[in-house]
């Protein structure tokens, strides 16, 4: 199995205890994948700047290099303000 496909595994264990443990059980059907995703992300960080930095990969990995950029530089913005670790590249 590819390192894609065992990921996709994981994840969808991850969004399914998202979905069951973090939402109301009427909005639980209507959670997106993105939406739990995005709070599986924000949990594992511990609502740190982290959480841009990870963003960034995914953008490079995925070749979206200008985008990447753009977070790169967004990262370092909040950084300054919110966080004591920093953004290295």
């Not at 390192?3 to 443990?21: D, H, Q, Y």
């Not at 995703?37 to 930095?53: E, N, P, Q």
């Amino acid at each position: 199995m590819t390192t894609e496909g065992k990921v996709a595994i994981l994840m969808n264990e991850i969004v399914e205890l998202v979905r069951r443990e973090c939402f109301r059980p009427e909005y639980e059907a209507k959670a997106t994948e993105e939406e739990c995703v995005g709070i599986a992300v924000s949990k594992y960080f511990a609502w740190d700047t982290r959480i841009f930095l990870a963003f960034y990969e995914a953008l490079e990995d995925a070749n979206f290099h200008t985008a990447a950029e753009e977070v790169r530089t967004l990262a370092e913005r909040v950084n300054e303000q919110y966080s004591k670790s920093y953004f290295k590249k």
